[in-house]
Antibody, heavy 118, light 106 residues
Framework: EVQLVESGGGLVQPGGSLRLSCAASGFTVSSNYMSWVRQAPGKGLEWVSV???????YYADSVKGRFTISRDNSKNTLYLQMNSLRAEDTAVYYC????????????WGQGTLVTVSS | IQLTQSPSFLSASVGDRVTITCRASQGISSYLAWYQQKPGKAPKLLIY???TLQSGVPSRFSGSGSGTEFTLTISSLQPEDFATYYCQQLNSYPITFGQGTRLEIK
């Protein structure tokens, strides 16, 4: 059974850093495209980043230069390193498996809440 | 690429047929997906490639369209269908979502 479990969210001050984790089971993270999507409170969905099976990465303009997506193949885990956090980064962050060839998000984690506030 | 869903809010009754439209600011071929999200839950994939039903999704859901205009149709609303629906384009980065359509019980 495919499962994704996010962790690492919490309260952080503006300008601070946080690393989110997404532990996968039932499939191999490194063989798939994996994405992060966020949802601000009461708002819609916003794509954040993707990492390809080959290692290429892409980011939304709103996080480029501040966030880094990566994975640990030995732990079958996806990460999102978030630096220089801003109030507008406050959201529930979801990881999602991205299936080929259509690149849709077929499995999602339950989400982890990041709150950026002083 | 901007996606505009209409309506943003829809009130309907069990058994109704409803249609949600998603318009893209430029052509995206058939690289469009639809998701359903219930409060406090992660989105669930319903349809991809504009009209392909994801495994396990009831056949009352259907999608159509290509280019810039797409529709999601629910043929006969069931109580569990009341949720928020999002379209998503996968034609090019950045991947974008529509603003959502909230479907509520009349």
């Amino acid at each position: 059974e495919v499962q994704l479990v996010e962790s690492g969210g919490g309260l952080v001050q503006p300008g601070g850093s946080l690393r989110l984790s997404c532990a996968a089971s039932g499939f191999t993270v490194s063989s798939n495209y994996m994405s992060w999507v966020r949802q601000a409170p009461g708002k819609g969905l916003e794509w954040v980043s993707v990492i390809y099976s080959g290692g290429s990465t892409y980011y939304a303009d709103s996080v480029k230069g501040r966030f880094t997506i990566s994975r640990d193949n030995s732990k079958n885990t996806l990460y999102l390193q978030m630096n220089s956090l801003r109030a507008e980064d406050t959201a529930v962050y979801y990881c999602a498996r991205t299936t080929l060839p259509d690149r849709v998000f077929d499995y999602w984690g339950q989400g982890t809440l990041v709150t950026v506030s002083s | 690429i901007q996606l505009t869903q209409s309506p943003s809010f829809l009130s309907a009754s069990v058994g109704d047929r409803v249609t949600i439209t998603c318009r893209a600011s430029q052509g995206i071929s058939s690289y469009l997906a639809w998701y359903q999200q219930k409060p406090g839950k992660a989105p669930k994939l319903l349809i991809y490639a504009a009209s392909t039903l994801q495994s396990g999704v009831p056949s009352r859901f259907s999608g159509s369209g290509s280019g810039t205009e797409f529709t999601l149709t629910i043929s006969s609303l069931q109580p569990e269908d009341f949720a928020t629906y999002y379209c998503q384009q996968l034609n090019s980065y950045p991947i974008t979502f529509g603003q959502g359509t909230r479907l509520e019980i009349k």
